[in-house]
C-alpha cells in the first residue's frame, strides 16, 4: 500500500494518523518465501517534526506461516511490529547519506510512502530466531525423513562417530 504524503512536506509540526493495511502476500528474504496469512489495518501516524524530518509511528499485527525448525510443519507465527522511524527531509551538511538513503527506501519521488516496505523492514528486524511447533518438538528421523511427532521410524539411532568407537569399547568393558 502507498499513501500519499507530499502535503507532509510542507506542513510544518504537522501531525496526521492514516488507517493503513499491509499488502505483502508473502515475505520474501535469502532464507526463503514465507506466506502472509493475515494482517490487520493499523493507523500509522506521520508528523512533520519542524519541517526536517518524518517521523512514522504505529503497531501492526500480523501472521506469517513458518516452517518448524525441527520437523519442517507450517506454524502459524505471530508478529507484532512497533513501527518507530524518523526520516530525515532536509539534507544538512552534517547529514549522511544512509539517512537519505533510507528516506529514498520508503519514499518515492512522487513522494508516496511505500507502507509494505516499511513494514517489511520491520519484519525482518522482528524475525524469530527458532520456531518451533511445539515445544517438545521431536523434529524428522535423519535416515528415513520421517515426522518423529507423527510416527515412529525403525531406522537405528545409534550410529557412532568412527573416531568415537573406542570410547564405546571402555563403556562395554565396565559393564562387564
Not at 27 to 34: I, N, P, T, W
Not at 119 to 133: I, M, Q, R, Y
Amino acid at each position: 500500500m502507498k499513501i500519499d504524503i507530499s502535503d507532509m512536506y510542507s506542513l510544518r509540526n504537522k501531525e496526521i494518523t492514516e488507517k493503513v493495511h499491509i499488502d505483502m502476500a508473502e515475505v520474501k528474504s535469502k532464507a526463503g518465501s514465507f506466506p502472509v496469512q493475515a494482517g490487520e489495518s493499523f493507523d500509522l501516524t506521520i508528523t512533520n517534526e519542524e519541517g526536517k524530518r518524518l517521523r512514522l509511528s504505529g503497531e501492526a499485527d500480523l501472521t506469517v506461516q513458518i516452517p518448524c525448525d525441527r520437523c519442517l510443519q507450517e506454524v502459524s507465527y505471530p508478529l507484532h511490529l512497533i513501527i518507530d522511524k524518523t526520516i530525515t527531509l532536509v539534507e544538512t551538511e552534517a547529514g549522511s547519506d544512509d539517512e537519505c538513503d533510507e528516506a529514498k527506501s520508503y519514499i518515492d519521488e512522487e513522494r508516496m510512502l511505500d507502507v509494505d516496505r516499511l513494514a517489511f523492514h520491520e519484519v525482518l528486524v522482528n524475525w524469530p530466531a527458532k520456531v518451533l511447533c511445539k515445544p517438545d518438538c521431536k523434529g524428522i528421523c535423519p535416515k528415513c525423513g520421517t515426522n518423529l511427532n507423527l510416527a515412529a521410524c525403525d531406522c537405528e539411532q545409534g550410529e557412532l562417530d568412527p573416531r568415537m568407537a573406542q570410547f564405546l569399547d571402555v563403556f562395554r568393558n565396565c559393564s562387564d
